[in-house]
Antibody, heavy 116, light 106 residues
């Protein structure tokens, strides 16, 4: 069964840091572009970052550049998102997702709340 | 960046109605378009990928069409389980999503 399982979410104070992880199983992780997508409460979906299969290309939405770092470990079938200098507006459910050509897979999400 | 414009933002319909949602890309994305259904508190569910390919397990009343910059999602006969929010997504370059269409009971 194709599965992506996110972890690492929680409550953090403004200015704090959090590291999200995403464990992949049931497919060839190293063949997929991987992405993080977030959804603020009551809002739509927003792409955050993505990383090429071998990590050689990485892209971010402007609002997280310089604060968030996406990375992957193909040997561990895992994707990560290091989030620093967190702001209230980063509060959202964060989804791990990936695509290989046309196929797209998604996780179930992990909630990040930035609040004092 | 490629912008995705989805319409309408809200749609009121009855069970059995034929429903169409439109998505327009700011530049050509070939057929790199997906459609999702999302219910409150749940992750998006992939319905259509590569503009017109039905994801495994998705009922055949859902269909997608289009290429280039104009795309549509059609539900041929709306069922009670279909009341939800629908999003389009382009994955030709870095991903972008439409604003969403909430399908409500009329």
């Amino acid at each position: 069964e194709v599965q992506l399982v996110e972890s690492g979410g929680g409550l953090v104070q403004p200015g704090g840091s959090l590291r999200l992880s995403c464990a992949a199983s049931g497919f060839t992780f190293s063949s997929y572009w991987m992405s993080w997508v977030r959804q603020a409460p009551g809002k739509g979906l927003e792409w955050v970052a993505n990383i090429k299969q071998d990590g050689s290309e990485i892209y971010y939405v402007d609002s997280v550049k310089g604060r968030f770092t996406i990375s992957r470990d193909n040997a561990k079938n895992s994707l990560y998102l290091q989030m620093n200098s967190l702001r209230a507006e980063d509060t959202a459910v964060y989804y791990c997702a990936g695509n290989e050509m046309a196929t797209i897979v998604w996780g179930q999400g992990t909630l990040v709340t930035v609040s004092s | 960046d490629i912008q995705m414009t989805q319409s309408p933002s809200t749609l009121s319909a009855s069970v059995g109605d034929r429903v169409t949602i439109t998505c327009r890309a700011s530049q050509s994305i070939s057929s790199w378009l997906a459609w999702y259904q999302q219910k409150p508190g749940k992750a998006p569910r992939l319905l259509i990928y590569k503009a017109s390919s039905l994801e495994s397990g998705v009922p055949s009343r859902f269909s997608g069409s289009g290429s280039g910059t104009e795309f549509t999602l059609t539900i041929s006969s709306l069922q009670p389980d279909d009341f939800a929010t629908y999003y389009c997504q382009q994955y030709d370059s870095v991903w972008t999503f439409g604003q969403g269409t909430k399908v409500e009971i009329k």
